[in-house]
């Protein structure tokens, strides 16, 4: 398995609510990442796990709250999210932070969040 | 800091030409590795070809090759023999021992 997965695709929530993220990788990779993603800009990193421990938190609001609860497995929990929170979310895993960069990150598909 | 600056928003070429899109950084560290990832409509970023700082030989994928100026930090992207799905948005990127530092990108069309 070489991939990335990421649910769901499409996403619509109200600002009231309560959603979450789910991002999947069983290529043994212990780095992941969240990304967002604006229309016609580049990636902006938000956090990165190695190890399932978060390593960098790129100054993200509270209202987004990452969790890595085992190897495999990343989520982005959203509550009381912001019209202009909506993007593309973007997940990325690695072999690690500083080892094998050489291989660069695999991506998955994202997440298309629309906040209403 | 480690920038990564592409000049060229848009692009656009007839399809089986060539084009070139531009990709500068700016680094201190001596080992690093240069990526182009290419996004197209359906949102997944995809390795097109990476480059070790450390060789000199440009490296080539298929129709995908680029040309790595160190000294001038330039990492460009030469894509050969055109098509219609090489469309898409292309995003130049730095690594070292950190996470990737991706361009503004430059959104290619191709004319058929």
């Known amino acids: 398995d070489t991939e990335v997965t990421q649910t769901p695709k499409h996403l619509v929530m109200g600002m009231t609510n309560k959603k979450s993220l789910k991002c999947e990788q069983h290529?043994?990779?212990?780095?992941m990442y969240w990304y967002k993603q604006k229309a016609k800009k580049p990636p902006e990193l938000m956090f990165v796990?190695?190890?399932?421990?978060?390593?960098i938190n790129e100054s993200v609001p509270s209202r987004f709250s990452p969790e890595c609860p085992n190897s495999s497995l990343l989520n982005l929990h959203l509550h009381a999210l912001q019209p202009e929170d909506s993007a593309l979310y973007l997940c990325?895993?690695?072999?690690?932070?500083?080892?094998?960069?050489?291989?660069?990150?695999?991506f998955g598909s994202g997440t298309r969040l629309t906040v209403v | 800091a480690q920038t990564v600056t592409q000049s060229q928003p848009e692009m656009s070429v007839q399809e089986a030409e060539t084009v070139t899109l531009s990709c500068t950084y700016d680094?201190?560290?001596?080992?690093?590795?240069l990526f182009w990832y290419k996004q197209p409509p359906s949102r997944q970023m995809i390795l097109v070809i990476r480059?070790?700082?450390?060789?000199?030989q440009n490296a080539t994928e298929n129709r995908f090759s680029v040309n790595f100026q160190k000294a001038a930090k330039s990492f460009s992207l030469k894509i050969s023999d055109s098509q219609l799905g090489d469309a898409a948005m292309y995003f130049c990127?730095?690594?070292?021992?950190?996470?990737?530092?991706f361009g503004a990108g430059t959104r290619l069309t191709v004319k058929p």
């Open positions: 680094t201190s560290e001596s080992d690093y590795y």
């Open positions: 480059q070790e700082a450390y060789k000199q």
């Open positions: 990127a730095y690594r070292s021992a950190g996470d990737m530092r």
């Open positions: 796990y190695s190890y399932e421990k978060l390593s």
């Open positions: 290529m043994g990779h212990r780095a």
């Open positions: 990325a895993s690695s072999q690690g932070i500083q080892t094998q960069i050489n291989y660069g990150y695999t």
